[in-house]
C-alpha cells in the first residue's frame, strides 16, 4: 500500500433546511478526524439534480480539504470519473480537472496484499467486492471515518466509524 499525500504531490434528501442543519453539525463533528471520502459523495457534490446532498457533500469535502483530513483511494478518483461523466453529463475535461483537484487529499493505492485482503472481507462479511477495497483503503489511509452512504449510519466496521452525511 502506498499513500500520497498533499505534500508529497505539492494540492437521504432532507425534508427542509432544519433537518439539513442537524444533519450538518452531525458530520461536522467528525470533520477533524481523518476520514475516507467515498466516491458517491464526490458524485454528489457535482449533482444538480439533488441540490441539498450537493450543498453538503460540498461543505463536507470543503472541510476535509481545509482541514488536511480527507482521504481518497485510487479506486475512489476512478469511480468518481467514471460517474460524473456517464450519469451526470460531466464534460471529461471538466471531469479530469477534478480528480486532480481531489487528488490532493492523501491518496491510497492499494497493493496486490490489500486487494487479498479485500478479497477476505468480502467473503468474511458478505460486502461487495468494492465496498471491501474501499473499507480496505480506509484503514489503510489511518481513518477513523468512512463517509459513505453506502454502508449503515453508526455502524463500525474494522474500527471505522461510518457516517452517512445524507442520513
Keep these: 500500500m502506498t499513500i500520497l499525500s498533499e505534500a508529497s ?3 437521504n ?15 461536522m463533528k467528525f470533520m477533524t478526524a481523518r476520514s475516507f ?5 464526490l458524485v454528489y457534490a457535482d449533482d444538480n439534480a439533488a441540490p441539498i446532498k450537493q450543498d453538503l457533500a460540498s461543505e463536507l469535502i470543503a472541510e476535509h480539504r481545509r482541514g488536511r483530513t480527507g482521504v481518497v483511494s485510487l479506486q475512489v478518483l476512478q469511480e468518481y470519473f467514471v460517474v460524473a461523466t456517464r450519469k451526470l453529463g460531466v464534460d471529461p475535461q471538466t471531469a ?9 487529499f492523501d491518496v491510497v493505492t492499494p497493493e ?10 468480502h467473503r468474511l462479511h458478505e460486502f461487495s467486492f468494492w465496498d471491501a477495497l474501499i473499507l480496505r483503503s480506509a484503514k489503510l489511509g489511518g481513518c ?24
Design 144 to 167: 477513523a471515518v468512512l463517509i459513505s452512504e453506502d454502508f449503515q449510519e453508526g455502524q463500525r466496521i474494522e474500527g471505522l466509524r461510518i457516517v452517512n452525511p445524507f442520513h
Design 96 to 104: 479530469r480537472r477534478k480528480v486532480e483537484l481531489l487528488a490532493e
Design 13 to 27: 434528501v432532507f425534508p427542509d433546511a432544519e433537518t439539513l442543519e442537524v444533519g450538518a453539525s452531525i458530520v
Design 112 to 121: 496486490v496484499p490489500d486487494i487479498l485482503a479485500a478479497i477476505d472481507l
Design 9 to 11: 504531490r505539492s494540492l
Design 37 to 41: 471520502i467515498d466516491t458517491n459523495v
